[in-house]
């Protein structure tokens, strides 16, 4: 069991440029999620997949978020024309859904915006 | 809509003390809850859950929690806690479909 993994651990990036982040769940996890965490904060709810299905999307993510799992294993979240305000750890958790309703989190991928 | 609040950003005890850290909810059906832990550079890590029948739940790492529907509470609770305790702590809520709602976290400093 690797673990759920994300890539890369850090991003730096200048404001307006376009952002990719990859997660690699649970190998037989079929859900897969995505969060976002600032500075002080508890995680939100981005959006989550099952399968290779998006599910939903939260409010908070904008037009400039977009996010595929194209084959029901990795899942990719890019952002488009980056902001300031979107520096922030973003989080991949999978899980199965077994009843045990347990997310196995990764360890994120920390996004600064200058 | 649903909600969390810990009332405590920041709490420090000493090595060998116990620990209580607050966490209330508002839901309005009977709330699947969860307590979750981060330290620095890792991944949050599950220490235990709540979703129905004995109202105290065991964890991981020696850690209770315990609902109380009537005051719409989960506080976490540990007898004595270990130098390695000290990390940030997040209760959450289901909102369903293991979307979680969490709140803004108690982070735990240990004294030797």
């Known amino acids: 069991d690797t673990g759920v993994s994300q890539d890369p651990r850090h991003k730096i990036t200048k404001r307006g440029q376009n952002v990719t982040f990859r997660c690699d769940p649970i190998?037989?996890?079929?859900?897969l999620y995505w969060y976002r965490q600032t500075l002080g904060q508890g995680p939100e709810f981005l959006t989550y997949?099952?399968?290779?299905?998006?599910?939903?999307k939260s409010r908070l993510l904008s037009d400039r978020f977009s996010a595929e799992r194209p084959k029901g294993s990795f899942s990719t979240l890019e952002i488009q024309r980056t902001e300031q305000g979107d520096s922030a750890m973003y989080l991949c958790?999978?899980?199965?859904?077994?009843?045990?309703?347990?997310?196995?989190f990764g360890s994120g991928t920390q996004l600064s915006v200058l | 809509a649903q909600s969390v609040t810990q009332p405590d950003i920041h709490i420090t005890v000493s090595e060998g003390a116990s620990l209580e850290l607050r966490c209330n909810y508002s839901?309005?059906?009977?709330?699947?809850l969860f307590w979750y832990v981060q330290s620095p550079g890792q991944g949050l890590q599950l220490l235990l859950k709540y979703f129905s029948g004995d109202t105290l739940v065991q964890g991981i790492k020696g850690f209770e929690a315990e609902f109380k529907r009537s005051q719409s509470s989960f506080n976490l609770r540990k007898p004595s806690v270990h130098w390695s305790d000290a990390a940030e702590y997040f209760c959450a809520v289901d909102q369903g479909a293991q979307k979680l709602v969490f709140g803004q976290g108690t982070r735990l400093t240990i004294n030797p």
């Open positions: 839901y309005g059906a009977t709330p699947y």
């Open positions: 958790a999978s899980s199965q859904p077994d009843g045990n309703e347990k997310l196995f």
């Open positions: 190998s037989e996890h079929n859900r």
């Open positions: 997949f099952q399968n290779e299905a998006q599910l939903e």
